[in-house]
């Protein structure tokens, strides 16, 4: 995500805050909106193309049915082109949405911003529950994206971070796919108690995840089972014969070793060789350790979590630790 971000606030303490504004609180949406540069809005307006002959006289353009620029009123960006059918949903709209889906006074914004020029826009609601497990820290936030180009839908997901060391845990509970996704119709902001279910706001996605997470750190792995799951997600690169991939092997031992020392070495002493110490040593290798070219790694983690996407050596993870029955 090198330079996408084009305007955001960020809270203390948040995943993010090496990037954009820093502010001393959490925000309500209305200072929300105003400190991440989203206090602007989008219209559609028609579109129109020249003559084969190439003539730009006015005289010569040709409408193009059906489909609109989305434009930024505030600057007349063109975020991109879109059907007839699309409407667009304002980011005051958006925040206003989350506030009703929540409704909760002690919910405030961490983080919130403008990428690629206004071409996508983000939320991010602390839901103000904390679990903690042990010294652990976990956050649950709501997350909600919306693109102002039409290439995706409205989509708001809960993920949890946690804050002693910023790490986003993109895993899904099993059981558990909380998030919605709306097109852009003319209702999408109306859906309020649709959101409300698919998200399941009554904080049993959360409890549920505590007990998740108590589960993991009572489980503890074998050096055998270890060994097994590095093996898979981290296989050893064997030198060839004339020694010209000896890099890639350094890497891959590298990558072993440094997964192994955080799950030897956890943070905290309750979770050593647990199934959860496994998940964080992945996951803490893939997010702020693994080499990255051309962005940070705060861009990266803020990339997959605008995104909904996660690591695939983690998700690998926890399917081998599921199918090894270590997670029940």
């Not at 960006?77 to 007839?84: F, H, I, K, Q, Y």
């Not at 796919?177 to 902001?189: E, I, K, Q, Y």
């Not at 020694?243 to 050593?272: D, T």
């Amino acid at each position: 995500m090198p330079h996408a971000v084009e305007t955001m606030f960020s809270a203390k303490e948040t995943p993010w805050h090496k990037l954009g504004v820093v502010t001393k609180d959490a925000l309500n949406s209305r200072d929300a909106l105003s400190q991440a540069g989203l206090d602007w809005t989008v219209s559609l307006r028609e579109l129109a193309t020249f003559q084969e002959d190439n003539n730009t006289d006015v005289s010569s353009l040709i409408d193009v049915p059906n489909y609109y620029a989305s434009v930024r009123d505030s600057d007349d960006n063109v975020l991109g082109v879109v059907g007839s059918r699309y409407t667009p949903i304002q980011n005051m709209e958006c925040f206003n949405f989350l506030d009703k889906v929540v409704d909760d006074s002690r919910a405030k914004y961490e983080t919130a911003g403008s990428l690629h020029n206004g071409k996508v826009v983000w939320m991010l609601l602390n839901l103000n529950k904390d679990i903690v497990v042990g010294e652990d820290k976990t956050l649950p936030y709501l997350l909600l994206t919306n693109s102002h180009d039409g290439s995706s839908s409205i989509k708001g997901i809960t993920t949890p971070i946690r804050v002693v060391c910023a790490n986003t845990l993109s895993l899904a509970i099993k059981n558990y796919n909380t998030g919605f996704s709306f097109r852009h119709t003319a209702n999408a902001v109306t859906r309020v108690d649709e959101a409300r279910k698919l998200l399941e706001i009554n904080y049993k996605y959360i409890d549920d995840f505590q007990i998740e997470v108590e589960k993991m750190i009572d489980k503890l792995l074998t050096r055998q089972q270890f060994d097994t799951i590095i093996d898979s997600i981290y296989p050893l690169v064997e030198l060839n014969s004339d020694g010209k991939n000896s890099l890639a092997v350094a890497r891959s031992a590298e990558s072993r070793n440094k997964v192994e020392q955080l799950f030897m070495n956890p943070e905290f002493e309750e979770q050593k060789y647990s199934t959860w110490a496994l998940i964080n040593a992945v996951s803490n290798y893939e997010q702020w350790i693994a080499p990255v070219r051309k962005i940070t790694h705060e861009e990266r983690i803020a990339n997959k979590t605008i995104n909904g996407t996660q690591s695939p050596k983690l998700d690998t993870t926890y399917k081998m630790l599921n199918s090894m029955e270590l997670l029940v």
